[in-house]
C-alpha cells in the first residue's frame, strides 16, 4: 500500500489529489493535509451542515448563469460587474488570459505557481523566468525585475503577491510604481489568490488600480480563501474592455451549483470569514516558530496561509515527503518539481495548533532518527523537471524551448536574439523559450543537470563561494613526452608554437549587479549558491511595508481592501 501511495508523486508536477490518496489508503481516509493551501476555518460546521442538508438540491439542477452569480459576487464586493469576469477556478482564467492576451513572450519570477510557466509553453510562448534568490530570502526585486523584463523584451509581466511557494510580499506602493513604470507592455497580471491571508498592510490589494489602466488584470481565487478548493470557482478584475474580452470566452454555464450556493451564502457570513483570516494569521506565527526550533531546519517568511521550509543538510525532500505520509500520514509538499526550487524545500500549510505538533513531532522522527533510524539520507542525483504535462516535457526535453530541435539547435550554433542589447549589470537573454540557459549549455539549450549534494558548513576559511567563470573553449593538449634518460637532455621535436595554458582562475570580487538567469537549483544549491552571487540591497521605495495588524473582524474584507459592513 505504501509503495501505491507514493507512485502517485510520481506522475506529474502537482501533488496528487486527495481523492487518489485516499483511494489508495485503504480505509479511505486522507491524510492530514499540510499541502493545499485552504483556509482550515472555513466554512464554519454549521455552514457545512447547511450545504449538506442541501446536497440533494445542488447537485439535481442547473446552476443560474454566471452573469448572476458574478453578479451577487460583485454586489458583496462592491465591484462593477462589468469590470470582472468569473471562472472555474483561478487556471481555468490563467488559461483563457494566456490564449487571448499574452501574444509572444511572458515574465515570471521563479519558483512560482506551475501554471504561470506551463501554460504560456503549452501553447508556444516565451517565458522569461526571473530567479528568485535564496540568499535574499526569495525577495522579489522590482527594480531588477523590470531591468530583466527590459532587456529580455518581455510583453507580458506576472507578479504573484504573496508569492507561491514562498510566500513572499510587495507592498502595494510599490506595486503601483511598477505597473506605471511598465504601462507600456501588453500585459501586466497581479496574481493575489493568496492575498486575503496577509496582514502587512490594511489594503494591499491593487484591484481599485487595475480597472483603472488599460493592461493590468488582478487574479483572485476564492477556493482558497474560503477553504473550497473542490467548488472551483475564482474571478478577476480589470478594465471593463480586458474583462468583458475573457467573459465573452467563458461558457454560460461554467460555474456549478455548489460555486452559486456558496457565493449566496456569503453575504451572511461576513463575520466568520473575516475571524477564519485572523486565526490564520496567528497560526502562521505559531507554526513558523515551532519549526524555526528544528535543527537546522530554515523558515522563511511568509504572507501566504503556508511557510516555505528548506531541510537541513543531508535531507532529500522527496524521501522526508514519502516517509511522512507513509509512517505519519501526513501530506507535506515538496517542491523539487518547482522550476526555481529544488527537493530540498517544502511548502507546509499552515494549520491549526494540534495539527503543527504533529507535524512537528513527525518531522523530529524523520530528519533526526529520534525514533525511526537514521536521518533521512540525501540523493546524489537530482529530480528532472516534470510539468506533468507532455507536451512541456517534449518540449524542455527534445527543444531548446522554443521549438527548435536540439540537434539542430546545437548544430546551426546560437540561435539569433530578438531581444535588445543587455544593459549594465545584465547578462544577455538566451532564445529558448524557458528564459534560463541550462549547466553546462550555452544560449539555454538543454535539460537541468543534478548538482552535487551539499556539504556539511566547513571552517569559515574555507566557505569562499567559487565564482562561476564564463565557459573556457578547450586548450590544446602537448602530447606526453617520456622522461629524459640521465644524460645530456633530449631536443624536444620542432611542435607549433602554441598558446600557454590558462593560470589558475582567481576568485573574482562578488558581484553586485542583478544575478543573471540560470539553472533551477538542484541538490539544496540554488542559483545564487552556484554562482556565488548575491542580490544587491532592495532600492529606494521597494522595502517592504511593516505590519500593521489584523483587519476589523465585524467587516467584510473584499476584493478592493475596503471594509464593508457585514
Same mark, same amino acid.
Given at each position: ?74 454586489? =458583496? =464586493? ?7 469576469? *468569473? ?16 501574444? $509572444? ?9 506551475? +501554471? ?12 522569461? *523566468? ?48 511598477? *505597473? ?18 496577509? @496582514?502587512?498592510?490594511? $489594503? ?14 488582478? =487574479? ?46 456569503? +453575504? ?12 490564520? +494569521? ?33 535531507? $532529500? ?16 509538499? $515538496?517542491?523539487? @518539481? ?16 494540534? @495539527? ?6 513527525? *518531522? ?203
Amino acid at each position: 500500500m505504501a509503495g501505491n501511495v507514493t507512485s502517485l508523486f510520481r506522475s506529474g508536477a502537482h501533488s496528487p489529489s486527495m481523492a487518489a490518496l485516499a483511494r489508495e489508503g485503504g480505509d479511505g481516509t486522507g491524510p492530514v493535509d499540510f499541502c493545499i493551501p485552504c483556509n482550515p476555518y472555513f466554512p464554519t460546521p454549521a455552514m457545512m451542515e447547511t450545504m449538506a442538508a442541501r446536497l440533494k438540491d445542488i447537485i439535481t439542477f442547473y446552476p443560474s448563469s454566471a452573469d448572476t452569480i458574478t453578479a451577487e459576487l460583485c454586489n =458583496l =464586493l462592491q465591484l462593477p460587474p462589468q469590470a470582472v469576469a *468569473m471562472g472555474n477556478g483561478s487556471t481555468e482564467l490563467i488559461t483563457w488570459i494566456d490564449h487571448l492576451l499574452v501574444r $509572444e513572450s511572458l515574465a515570471i519570477p521563479v519558483p512560482t505557481f506551475g +501554471r504561470w510557466t506551463d501554460q504560456p509553453m503549452e501553447t508556444g510562448k516565451r517565458v522569461d *523566468m526571473f530567479p528568485l534568490q535564496e540568499s535574499n530570502g526569495f525577495a522579489l526585486d522590482l527594480a531588477q525585475y523590470a531591468d530583466f523584463i527590459r532587456t529580455r523584451g518581455t510583453r507580458v509581466a506576472v507578479i504573484c503577491n504573496p508569492n507561491n511557494p514562498d510566500g513572499g510580499f510587495v507592498p502595494k506602493r510599490a506595486l503601483v510604481q511598477f *505597473m506605471d513604470a511598465m504601462a507600456d507592455l501588453d500585459l501586466i497580471v497581479i496574481d493575489e489568490s493568496f492575498l486575503e491571508f496577509a @496582514d502587512a498592510e490594511q $489594503e494591499p490589494s491593487v484591484v481599485q488600480e487595475a480597472m483603472m489602466r488599460p493592461n493590468v488584470i488582478v =487574479l483572485r481565487s476564492l477556493g482558497k480563501n474560503f477553504g473550497l478548493h473542490g467548488i472551483r470557482f475564482g474571478y478577476m478584475v480589470a478594465n471593463p474592455s480586458l474583462a468583458g474580452k475573457v467573459r465573452s470566452m467563458l461558457p454560460k454555464w461554467n460555474l456549478n451549483a455548489f460555486a452559486e450556493y456558496v457565493v449566496f451564502m456569503l +453575504r451572511e457570513h461576513g463575520a466568520e470569514y473575516a475571524q477564519s483570516l485572523l486565526q490564520v +494569521r496567528k497560526d502562521r506565527l505559531e507554526m513558523a516558530s515551532q519549526l524555526s526550533v528544528l535543527p537546522g531546519l530554515t523558515v522563511y517568511p511568509s504572507q501566504g496561509n503556508f511557510l516555505f521550509v528548506r531541510l537541513p543538510v543531508g535531507a $532529500e525532500g522527496t524521501v522526508v515527503r514519502d516517509r511522512m505520509l507513509t509512517e505519519h500520514r501526513i501530506l507535506v509538499r $515538496e517542491c523539487g @518539481d518547482k522550476i526555481g526550487s529544488s527537493s530540498r524545500f517544502l511548502r507546509l500549510v499552515v494549520r491549526p495548533e494540534v @495539527d503543527v505538533r504533529r507535524l512537528v513531532s513527525a *518531522m523530529e522522527q524523520v530528519l533526526y532518527g529520534t525514533r525511526r533510524g537514521a536521518a533521512v539520507p540525501e540523493l546524489g542525483t537530482g529530480t528532472s523537471y516534470s510539468s506533468g504535462t507532455a507536451a512541456v516535457d517534449r518540449l524542455v526535453s527534445e527543444t531548446n524551448g522554443a521549438g527548435i530541435p536540439l540537434a539542430q539547435a546545437v548544430g546551426a550554433g546560437p540561435v539569433p536574439s530578438l531581444t535588445p542589447a543587455p544593459g549594465p549589470g545584465l547578462a544577455a537573454a538566451p532564445a529558448a523559450g524557458l528564459g534560463m540557459p541550462m549547466a553546462g549549455q550555452s544560449g539555454g539549450v538543454g535539460m537541468p543537470q543534478p548538482m552535487m549534494a551539499p556539504v556539511p558548513a566547513a571552517p569559515a576559511a574555507a566557505q569562499m563561494q567559487m565564482p562561476m567563470q564564463p565557459p573556457m573553449a578547450p586548450q590544446p593538449m602537448m602530447a606526453p613526452v617520456p622522461a629524459p634518460a640521465p644524460a645530456p637532455p633530449m631536443q624536444m621535436p620542432q611542435m607549433p608554437q602554441m598558446p600557454a595554458p590558462a593560470p589558475a582562475p582567481v576568485p573574482a570580487p562578488m558581484p553586485t549587479g542583478p544575478t543573471p538567469p540560470g539553472v533551477p537549483a538542484r541538490g539544496g544549491l540554488t542559483a545564487a549558491q552556484v554562482r556565488g552571487a548575491t542580490a544587491p540591497p532592495p532600492a529606494p521605495g521597494l522595502t517592504p511595508a511593516p505590519a500593521t495588524g489584523w483587519p476589523n473582524a465585524q467587516s467584510w474584507p473584499n476584493a478592493a481592501g475596503m471594509g464593508q459592513a457585514g
